[in-house]
């Protein structure tokens, strides 16, 4: 209830409709926040679990108990003063102990309201805490969400992906074989790396995976979509039997992703690549995928019957799908 209370009112007066970046108050209630959580954490583990609650429980009895020890110390201390002998009557230890225990116990009572008041403000730092936890995550949550917006704006473009070279055309095993050079956007040219790839058949299907994130928070209410070409197949050999393609860098990262550090605008070098690796786990991870606003992901592949000798570009056109085009035609 009172985390509620304090995310309608720091979300109300620090951010508007249009912003989510983090105003120097952000900064000092991350501050308030880092001080506020131990302390907010150690009041729930006292109130919510077993352990806690033992503990409190414990202390309650030393508070009335522990006074009782002290108490028969100083009366044995007195009689040994007086008689040499430190050794009192039995009933009087009871009658002391009864006295101790009860004085505790009005004690205690009478501090009852001030206890409630303090439990009431122990609330208030947990309510609080939720309540600037729930804020950090909401603008945590706003400003990975603009970055991601950054980055498919980056990528919603036309791009090339292969030259594909095809070798060898085997008529009596039905073999093509192929080369595939990968374009690196980085550095606007072809990867030094390629993948020779011998597959039966010749008719070649280039398949890809369409990331769907028609008006998610990702595509900004707009219909969008993200093609990451990945393996092919053919006449001959199945789509569940295709050939991965391998058009990633050393970390994970798509070759037609990747950019020149001065062609990355609206984060680090570093936080994009951070980021393409999510967008690539999206084709491995459908619940990843789901929760960071991709509605939906569908296979699609264009294919070619292939001659020897023939050169073919493929490329991802930016209304979201995969085109062959002979290299001649450039």
């Given at each position: 209830m009172y985390g509620l209370f304090f995310i309608i009112f720091f979300v109300s007066l620090f951010f508007n409709q249009n912003s989510y970046t983090m105003p120097p108050?952000?900064?000092?209630?991350t501050k308030i926040n880092w001080f506020l959580t131990p302390i907010s954490d150690?009041?729930?583990?006292?109130f919510t679990t077993q352990t806690g609650m033992w503990i409190m429980i414990l202390a309650f009895f030393g508070y009335?108990?522990?006074p009782i020890f002290d108490a028969l110390k100083m009366r044995r201390?007195?009689?040994k003063?007086?008689?040499n002998n430190g050794n009192f009557p039995f009933f009087e230890k009871i009658y002391i102990s009864l006295r101790v225990l009860t004085r505790n116990f009005a004690k205690f009572v009478t501090q009852v309201p001030v206890l409630l008041v303090v439990i009431v403000v122990m609330f208030l730092i947990v309510g609080l805490s939720t309540g600037l936890q729930s804020i950090e995550s909401f603008v945590q949550d706003r400003n990975k969400i603009k970055e991601l917006q950054s980055i498919f704006k980056q990528l919603d473009q036309r791009y090339k992906v292969a030259e594909i070279s095809i070798r060898k055309i085997d008529k009596i095993t039905a073999e093509t074989s192929l080369n595939v050079k990968f374009y690196d956007n980085a550095i606007s040219d072809y990867s030094k790396n390629t993948q020779n790839i011998t597959i039966k058949g010749t008719d070649i299907y280039f398949d890809a995976i369409i990331l769907n994130f028609d008006y998610s928070e990702i595509a900004s209410g707009e219909k969008r979509n993200l093609v990451v070409p990945y393996r092919i197949f053919s006449d001959l050999v199945p789509q569940?039997?295709?050939?991965?393609l391998n058009l990633k860098d050393t970390a994970g990262i798509p070759l037609i992703f990747k950019r020149d550090t001065a062609?990355?605008?609206?984060?680090s070098a570093t936080k994009y690549d951070e980021n393409i690796r999510l967008f690539?786990?999206?084709l491995t991870d459908p619940k990843t995928a789901g929760k960071e606003g991709v509605r939906s992901a569908y296979g699609n592949a264009v294919h070619k019957k292939v001659r020897e000798g023939e050169t073919l570009i493929i490329w991802v056109e930016q209304t979201g799908g995969l085109v062959i085009k002979d290299k001649e035609d450039f």
């Open positions: 108050t952000h900064d000092l209630l150690l009041i729930l583990f006292l009335l108990i522990i201390l007195a009689y003063a007086a008689y569940s039997q295709g050939i991965t062609n990355i605008y609206g984060q690539s786990k999206f």
